[in-house]
Antibody, heavy 117, light 105 residues
Framework: EVQLVESGGGLVQPGGSLRLSCAAS????????MSWVRQAPGKGLEWVSV???????YYADSVKGRFTISRDNSKNTLYLQMNSLRAEDTAVYYC???????????WGQGTMVTVSS | DIQMTQSPSTLSASVGDRVTITCRAS??????LAWYQQKPGKAPKLLIY???SLESGVPSRFSGSGSGTEFTLTISSLQPDDFATYYC???????FGQGTKVEIK
């Protein structure tokens, strides 16, 4: 069974950093594309970043230059390094993969990031 | 960037109703569109991919159609479990629509 488990969320001050992890089981993180999607409290879904099997990465304009997506194939884990955090980055962060369709067919349970002083 | 516009933002319907949600792209995305269902406090769930392909395990009352810039999600007979928020997503540059909340009438 394919499963994704996020971790690393928490409370951080504005300007601070946080690294989110997404551990995959039943699936190889390097075999297809994986993404981070976030949802601010009471708001809709916002795509954040994607990494393709070949290693290409793309970011939403709202996080470009501050966030970095990466993966560790040996640990079968996806990461999101978040720097220069702002109040508007407060959200539940989900990792998602395309395991058999062309869209995001498997999602993690989400991890909450709160940016506040 | 490709903008996705969903309508309506909120929809009130009764069990058994036929429901249609529309998603418009600011430029052609061919058939690279997905539909997701999200319930409060839960992760989104994929319903439809490539505009009209039904994800495995999703009831056949859900269907998707369209190509280019106009897409629809149809629920043929609304069930109690279907009251939720629905999002479209284009996966050329990955943006989501703003969501459509389906409420009990």
């Amino acid at each position: 069974e394919v499963q994704l488990v996020e971790s690393g969320g928490g409370l951080v001050q504005p300007g601070g950093s946080l690294r989110l992890s997404c551990a995959a089981s039943g699936f190889t993180v390097s075999s297809n594309y994986m993404s981070w999607v976030r949802q601010a409290p009471g708001k809709g879904l916002e795509w954040v970043s994607v990494i393709y099997s070949g290693g290409s990465t793309y970011y939403a304009d709202s996080v470009k230059g501050r966030f970095t997506i990466s993966r560790d194939n040996s640990k079968n884990t996806l990461y999101l390094q978040m720097n220069s955090l702002r109040a508007e980055d407060t959200a539940v962060y989900y990792c998602a993969i395309s395991s058999h369709s062309t869209a995001f067919d498997i999602w993690g349970q989400g991890t909450m990031v709160t940016v506040s002083s | 960037d490709i903008q996705m516009t969903q309508s309506p933002s909120t929809l009130s319907a009764s069990v058994g109703d036929r429901v249609t949600i529309t998603c418009r792209a600011s430029q052609s995305i061919s058939s690279w569109l997905a539909w997701y269902q999200q319930k409060p406090g839960k992760a989104p769930k994929l319903l439809i991919y490539k505009a009209s392909s039904l994800e495995s395990g999703v009831p056949s009352r859900f269907s998707g159609s369209g190509s280019g810039t106009e897409f629809t999600l149809t629920i043929s007979s609304l069930q109690p479990d279907d009251f939720a928020t629905y999002y479209c997503q284009q996966y050329i540059s990955w943006t989501f629509g703003q969501g459509t909340k389906v409420e009990i009438k």
